[in-house]
Every structure is written in structure tokens, then in C-alpha cells.
């Protein structure tokens, strides 16, 4: 059950480019049942905390969810300049980061679904994957709540956007995978978001998260760095205010479980897959990483039942 955070105090707080109320909250998966300790806090008087109860990592205080909203219209949260003279052809030939993660989402969707699949990008930004996954057969569609993100897919990228919150978006049909990538970490309350999610599938149909990994092998060392006060950078790798909170492979199945959905598979992808490098080296390093789950982002599948 998802318990909604006791607000304690509320007051604003300017962080970098972003300015917002603030609240103290608890875990968002265990509420005030929760055994939660801190990590770290920094100068603005932000805690990181651990709950040992499910593994979660979060922030408080945080933003509250009227201010949240906001955080993605901010200019600083995403660089649209790229789509000043934007083509298809030009982003798929120049192989950029953005074209390769896109196109690797797709290869693992791949894996578990068949050409002609019904899929839903919750949280999609600009609609690039949308677009990627149209182009290799899936029947795919979005949902983000920003205005400023979705008129790039709608205006530039002419994919099927809808702009708004899950909890809005009521289709006359089911899908058979929904792709959550870099979005759990920026949301008010993950729980009912995945649970939402679970109702959207099809019996059997696939969730795809991607996630900060606080257990990954670079996060784990600038925790360390930060807590003993050899690194002074305000534990800037956890990315609030845009990301509150991070995961480990306990508290995505804690939350899998909690939104009645199972895990079936975990892996990490390495920056140098998400480069599309190909030299020996780095094909050793991508599998290595992704086996252990060595990357500071952790990729979940989960499934749906049957019944």
C-alpha cells in the first residue's frame, strides 16, 4: 500500500534552475511502517535515506507533486535544441546516443514481443522511442503530462502523444507491453503509477522499467566518497531535484510485487552499449556489466499474470 507523504513542514527551496515547496515524506512503498536511515545530507538540508524495510532509496524532504509537475517544463530537465532541424534519416545516420538507446529499447522488446504489438511509452518524453517502435512494427503510442516535451512529438516527430497522467488515460483497449524508461525516479507516487500500469496489460503482457541503480558500481563509490567527505559534490549523483529516488533489485520487486506484477529478469546496460561501441574491449565490459548488474541503471522486466 502507498502511503502519501505527512507534510511537515512546507516551504520553498531554490535548487540550481528549480524552485518549489518542499515536504518531508516517508518511504513511499513501506510509509511510516518503514525503517529508513540516512545516508547523507546535504548543504540545502535535503536527506537521502534507506529504507531497510524494501531496499528503496529517496529523498526528503522533496518537492511536493504540484511542484513536481513543474520540473519537466523547466528548461534545465532536457536540451530540445536538437529538434531545431530535426529529421528522421539524419538521427537514425548519425547513430547518437539518443538513436542507439532507442533503438537497443526496441531489440529488448523484441525479445518478449511480437511484431504488431500493442505498446504504450509511459513517461515519453519527446516521443523518440514512439517513433523508433513504429518504425520496426510495433503499434505503439505515448503519454507524459509535459506540455513542452509532447509538442515536440506531436509538432516535429508526428507520433500518437497524449499529454497527460496515467491516472487520466483510459483507452478502450489493453497493451501488451508498457515501457516505463528513466521515469520511476521522477515521480510523486511510483506505486499507483505501476499498479495503473498493471491494469493496462494484457493477462500476460510485459512491463520495461529502466532506473537509477544505487547498488551500481560508479553510485556505490560516490556514495561511499560522500559519506566519508572525501567527494564534495552534495551527493549530486543521486540527481535531485529531478530523481527522488533510487533502486536496487529488492525494492523494484518489492514494488513489482506490491503492483501485482512478477519480475522475470534484471539486467544493466553499460554507457558503452548505450554508445553502440563494437571494439572487443567494450563488448566484454557491456556483457559483464549487464550480467552482474554492474551499471548505475537497472533494467527490470516484469509480467502480468494470467488470471
Not at 518489492?254 to 571494439?279: A, C, Q
Request: hydrophobic share 35%; proline share 4%; with cysteine.
Amino acid at each position: 500500500m502507498e502511503h502519501k507523504g505527512r507534510e511537515i513542514k512546507s516551504r520553498s527551496l531554490k535548487f540550481g534552475s528549480f524552485e518549489g515547496l518542499i515536504e518531508d515524506v516517508h518511504c513511499r512503498l513501506c510509509g511510516e511502517s518503514s525503517n529508513s536511515k540516512l545516508v547523507y545530507r546535504n548543504k540545502e538540508g535535503v536527506g537521502f535515506y534507506h529504507c531497510e524495510n524494501c531496499g528503496l532509496m529517496y529523498a526528503s524532504p522533496r518537492f511536493t507533486e504540484e511542484s513536481m509537475l513543474r520540473i519537466s517544463e523547466n528548461e534545465a530537465f532536457t536540451d530540445l535544441s536538437m529538434f531545431d532541424r530535426w529529421s528522421y534519416d539524419e538521427w537514425k545516420k548519425d547513430r547518437s546516443r539518443s538513436y542507439n538507446l532507442s533503438f537497443q529499447k526496441v531489440l529488448l522488446l523484441k525479445r518478449y514481443l511480437p511484431a504488431g504489438s500493442r505498446i504504450l511509452d509511459l513517461g515519453c518524453g519527446t516521443g523518440l522511442f514512439v517513433l523508433e517502435s513504429i518504425k520496426n512494427n510495433f503499434l505503439c503510442e505515448g503519454i507524459d503530462p509535459s506540455l513542452r516535451l509532447t509538442y515536440i512529438s506531436r509538432e516535429i516527430l508526428k507520433v500518437p502523444i497524449a499529454t497527460m497522467q496515467i491516472e487520466e488515460f483510459n483507452p478502450p483497449y489493453r497493451f501488451k507491453g508498457i515501457v516505463v524508461w528513466d521515469v520511476l525516479e521522477h515521480l510523486y507516487g511510483p506505486v499507483r503509477v505501476v499498479k495503473r500500469c498493471a491494469d493496462l496489460l494484457e493477462p500476460e503482457g510485459f512491463l520495461f522499467v529502466q532506473v537509477p541503480h544505487y547498488r551500481g558500481l560508479s553510485n556505490s563509490l560516490k556514495t561511499f566518497f560522500c559519506r566519508i567527505g572525501v567527494k564534495k559534490s552534495g551527493f549530486k549523483h543521486f540527481g535531485f531535484p529531478w530523481h527522488v529516488y533510487s533502486f536496487d533489485k529488492r525494492s523494484l520487486t518489492n514494488l513489482m510485487k506490491i503492483s501485482g506484477l512478477r519480475v522475470i529478469h534484471f539486467e544493466s546496460w553499460s554507457h558503452l552499449k548505450k554508445i553502440n561501441r563494437t571494439d572487443c574491449l567494450s563488448q566484454i565490459i557491456i556483457k559483464i556489466s549487464k550480467t552482474l548488474c554492474l551499471s548505475d541503471y537497472l533494467v527490470c522486466i516484469a509480467q502480468k499474470p494470467s488470471k
